[in-house]
């Protein structure tokens, strides 16, 4: 059952009246209103579809509708006198940012720059430092801050001084000093660097004006604090230096750590854009609608409970809030604001439209200062940021729980990682594997192993098991071995590769076979840090190779005849001449599209689940040179088989090749008449 209301007569109406005040047509305005403005059937009403917990949007169209967009909506009874007395003592840290009405004072201003806005990043800020032990005992935990400070800061000096910036070197420091961190997108636009050539008049003053909008509010709101030092990439870290680079990029993630706070420029697409932004005020508190009782809708389980509730209010929020400004933000598609964020024990976003915190123990906006309702929506920081259940113990992937070693926890983590990481864009494409190094490095701690170009030596199975989504062109320029992920821009797929169900070793789950042996791995870091840029990177192991064509079926080509996308089977020979279909086109996966009609390609089988409904999966390799370089292959894929006659077909294959091998030159192993071959993986 629901209710139908019509907010417009047209779609033309909603402007003007958003302009007028009406705060539905506002919220729909700022929502869709460049949509809107296209929509040529002016003529149709904009109506409103309510529900039991949403209101939905659209445009009735006679014989068809066009959805816009749907809010959340909440039945929450009024407090009682008790009950708010309790609550109001909770967030005393909020109380002086009240006018005289009671009224949270930001809620009127209509900049994200105002002096009552920044009010609240100063009260989120305070209250983590005096109210949040979990906070400090989780950042003591990982990394004791000891005597360290980043090499260079901007001396920002105090708010009466506002002309006074300098760069100074932590050499000349006493001892730990405070200070943030901003993330921010460099975009196209040029802005202040750091460079040898200046590095000398930077120490003495570093000019204000010659500062971007995004640095300088970034600078107002580190004061505003009562923090005297930043930390700004461009300025400190020399520009023109590549030995430079290298040392600081290897303590990334601890400039981020170590941070007082994060100051993250969520929304600018480049320096000019600043942290502040105009918006309308209306917009920005949650809309309540008073009401008696919550409306009375039929073929809902728990209705009769719902309607035994006192007097109370509809709350109509977008729940989609922190995916459409945080989630959403240009800031986020940047591959190094990653780990900026993942490491910062406190961030301060500024959105496309107010302010979001971030710490561990609040997630808050200005349209909930006291934190975020449960049912708002936070996917990447669900799966990603440590929690802070036993702050005792370490952040999640530092600390066992019930079911998993630290080891086994701290895998599962930076499979998450990955998956969030990959599909983000860099300014340079070198920087894959450096703009996620201190993530690595804090997740080496918990695995306790070696680090091989993004796979870990304990795991290498199952971490060569990655899977590309929504690939995109390779990089010009070679920059990680083809087994690493690393050597590909796109996202990633790992889940069947991490599902508990699949590596979990509970007794419960099926028996699981590793079908490869790794007999060594390494790599050559281009620098002192084995976390990030590699020149050089190869992994020797032996198993079983079965000979199969990728036959391409269907292929899509763009203007300029290149393939996009490629509908493909895997055969593999079971004799001279004679093919067996082991895999279709949803379970056998190049990494590139498949140019030509058939590709010859060697399956190497890594993990046999073993079970019913269970899976083999492997890798499909191409010889890097068959006649100069026997045995040296490089990545082209990976491949499924489910069961059954598929499998019978592709061991049948592995049994011809082993036959033979005296024909080609392929090295191998014999033990007892049996024979794995030797392959060299670069």
């Keep these: 059952m629901e209710r139908k209301y019509i907010i417009g007569p047209d779609t033309s109406h909603i402007g003007p009246a958003a302009a007028s005040g009406c705060v539905f047509c506002t919220m729909i305005w700022k929502k869709i209103g460049f949509a809107l403005a296209m929509i040529t059937q002016h003529s149709r009403p904009v109506v409103a579809s309510v529900r039991k917990e949403s209101v939905h949007f659209f445009i009735d169209c006679i014989s068809d509708t066009i959805d816009l967009f749907t809010l959340g909506l909440t039945w929450l009874e009024n407090p009682s006198e008790e009950e708010q007395i309790r609550v109001d003592r909770t967030h005393t840290f909020l109380d002086p940012l009240r006018n005289r009405d009671g009224r949270y004072s930001f809620l009127d201003s209509t900049n994200t720059g105002g002096r009552a806005v920044l009010g609240l990043a100063k009260a989120w800020y305070q209250d983590c430092l005096e109210s949040h032990p979990a906070c400090k005992a989780l950042g003591d935990f990982e990394e004791p801050r000891a005597q360290w400070n980043p090499t260079r800061l901007l001396n920002i000096g105090t708010s009466l001084h506002k002309d006074e910036l300098r760069l100074v070197e932590s050499s000349s420091m006493a001892g730990p000093v405070q200070y943030t961190a901003l993330s921010h997108c460099w975009g196209k636009n040029h802005h202040l660097r750091l460079l040898e050539s200046n590095m000398i008049e930077f120490m003495a003053r570093v000019d204000p004006g010659t500062l971007s909008k995004t640095f300088s509010n970034a600078i107002e709101v580190t004061r505003l604090l009562g923090i005297k030092y930043i930390w700004?990439?461009?300025?400190?870290?020399?520009?023109?230096?590549?030995?430079?680079?290298?040392?600081?990029?290897?303590?990334?993630?601890?400039?981020?750590?170590?941070?007082?706070?994060?100051?993250?420029?969520?929304?600018?697409?480049?320096?000019?854009?600043?942290?502040?932004?105009?918006?309308?005020?209306?917009?920005?508190?949650?809309?309540?609608?008073?009401?008696?009782?919550?409306?009375?809708?039929?073929?809902?389980?728990?209705?009769?409970?719902?309607?035994?509730?006192?007097?109370?209010?509809?709350?109509?929020?977008?729940?989609?809030?922190?995916?459409?400004?945080?989630?959403?933000?240009?800031?986020?598609?940047?591959?190094?604001?990653?780990?900026?964020?993942?490491?910062?024990?406190?961030?301060?976003?500024?959105?496309?439209?107010?302010?979001?915190?971030?710490?561990?123990?609040?997630?808050?906006?200005?349209?909930?200062?006291?934190?975020?309702?449960?049912?708002?929506?936070?996917?990447?920081?669900?799966?990603?940021?440590?929690?802070?259940?036993?702050?005792?113990?370490?952040?999640?992937?530092?600390?066992?729980?019930?079911?998993?070693?630290?080891?086994?926890?701290?895998?599962?983590?930076?499979?998450?990682?990955?998956?969030?990481?990959?599909?983000?864009?860099?300014?340079?494409?070198?920087?894959?594997?450096?703009?996620?190094?201190?993530?690595?490095?804090?997740?080496?701690?918990?695995?306790?192993?070696?680090?091989?170009?993004?796979?870990?030596?304990?795991?290498?199975?199952?971490?060569?098991?990655?899977?590309?989504?929504?690939?995109?062109?390779?990089?010009?320029?070679w920059r990680a071995p083809t087994w690493s992920w690393a050597s590909r821009n796109g996202g990633l797929n790992l889940w069947r590769n991490y599902s508990f169900k699949a590596w979990s070793d509970m007794p419960d789950e099926p028996e699981k076979e590793e079908l490869m042996v790794v007999l060594g791995a390494s790599i050559t870091p281009t620098s002192q840090d084995t976390t990030a840029q590699v020149s050089e990177g190869h992994i020797i192991l032996h198993g079983q190779l079965a000979p199969a064509l990728i036959k391409s079926n269907k292929r899509e080509v763009d203007a300029g005849g290149a393939i996009l996308w490629s509908d493909n089977m895997l055969q593999v020979f079971v004799g001279e001449g004679k093919l067996k279909e082991v895999s279709d086109a949803f379970n056998c996966f190049p990494d590139e599209p498949v140019e030509d009609e058939e590709v010859l390609v060697y399956c190497l089988p890594v993990i046999d689940l073993g079970a019913a409904g269970m899976f083999m999966t492997g890798l499909m390799l191409k010889p890097y040179d068959e006649i100069e370089f026997p045995g040296v292959f490089y990545r082209f894929g990976i491949f499924q088989t489910f069961g059954g006659d598929r499998n019978k077909s592709f061991w049948a294959s592995t049994t011809w090749w082993q036959t033979q091998t005296d024909k080609f030159g392929q090295p191998y192993i014999e033990q007892d008449g049996f024979r794995t071959f030797l392959i060299y993986l670069v």
Aim: some cysteine; hydrophobic content about 35%; overall charge negative.
């Design 232 to 477: 700004i990439d461009s300025i400190c870290i020399i520009q023109d230096s590549r030995q430079d680079w290298e040392a600081e990029s290897a303590q990334m993630g601890r400039v981020y750590r170590h941070s007082e706070c994060c100051i993250a420029a969520t929304a600018a697409p480049d320096g000019s854009f600043g942290c502040f932004v105009e918006r309308d005020p209306r917009t920005i508190e949650p809309l309540k609608v008073p009401r008696a009782q919550p409306f009375k809708i039929e073929k809902f389980q728990d209705s009769s409970e719902s309607q035994q509730t006192g007097p109370g209010y509809y709350e109509v929020v977008n729940r989609d809030l922190w995916l459409d400004e945080i989630e959403g933000g240009a800031l986020t598609y940047r591959g190094w604001a990653f780990q900026e964020r993942i490491l910062s024990q406190r961030i301060l976003h500024f959105g496309k439209s107010q302010i979001f915190w971030e710490c561990r123990q609040r997630n808050a906006c200005e349209s909930y200062p006291a934190g975020l309702p449960v049912y708002m929506s936070m996917p990447w920081r669900e799966e990603l940021v440590p929690r802070t259940e036993r702050p005792g113990r370490g952040p999640a992937y530092l600390a066992p729980d019930d079911e998993q070693t630290p080891r086994a926890h701290a895998y599962k983590f930076w499979q998450n990682i990955l998956e969030s990481y990959a599909p983000r864009l860099l300014t340079m494409e070198d920087d894959k594997l450096p703009a996620v190094s201190g993530v690595a490095k804090y997740v080496q701690q918990a695995a306790k192993d070696q680090y091989f170009a993004g796979l870990w030596g304990s795991n290498m199975a199952r971490d060569l098991l990655w899977r590309l989504e929504n690939r995109r062109a390779p990089p010009a320029d």
